[in-house]
């Protein structure tokens, strides 16, 4: 017998588009943006998503809550220098499991792909208990946003 596993497939039409500049500090000796910084820049999408959206980390805490980064993923395709402005696309990506995926796109200013990247949060509790089931504070919110 196969165990059936929830799929993440339904890409929802919800998207945050966020520049970013790319600083010095993150540069290496190529004078190339660092591979760790990716993931800083994704995380600069989320919270642009979730101030826009009304899901952010606070309004998660607010609600007793955190949301921890299980798995995360980059593909690097070009390379970002030291000044460029680059755009991070966020996209809530829809599933009925009780966690947040979001998939990212980091465009340079021409509009190439740069890096593209995923990635998947669960709902902690304030007793550290991992939520199984939808919280209801997110499924109010996916409710109002037709994601249910």
């Not at 947040?100 to 995923?118: R, S």
């Amino acid at each position: 017998m196969k165990s059936k596993k929830l799929e993440h497939t339904e890409e929802s039409t919800l998207k945050e588009f966020h520049d970013i500049r790319i600083r010095f500090n993150e540069t290496d000796a190529l004078g190339i943006v660092w591979h760790g910084y990716y993931l800083h820049y994704f995380e600069d999408g989320r919270e642009a998503f979730g101030r826009e959206h009304g899901i952010s980390y606070l309004d998660a805490k607010a609600q007793g809550y955190v949301t921890p980064i299980i798995k995360s993923s980059c593909e690097h395709k070009l390379p970002l220098r030291y000044g460029e402005i680059a755009t991070v696309e966020t996209t809530f990506i829809n599933t009925p499991a009780a966690k947040i995926i979001f998939k990212y796109k980091i465009m340079n200013a021409k509009g190439d792909t740069v890096c593209t990247g995923e990635t998947i949060q669960v709902f902690v509790d304030d007793n550290n208990d991992l939520s199984l089931t939808l919280p209801p504070f997110f499924k109010t919110w996916k409710n109002k946003n037709g994601l249910i």
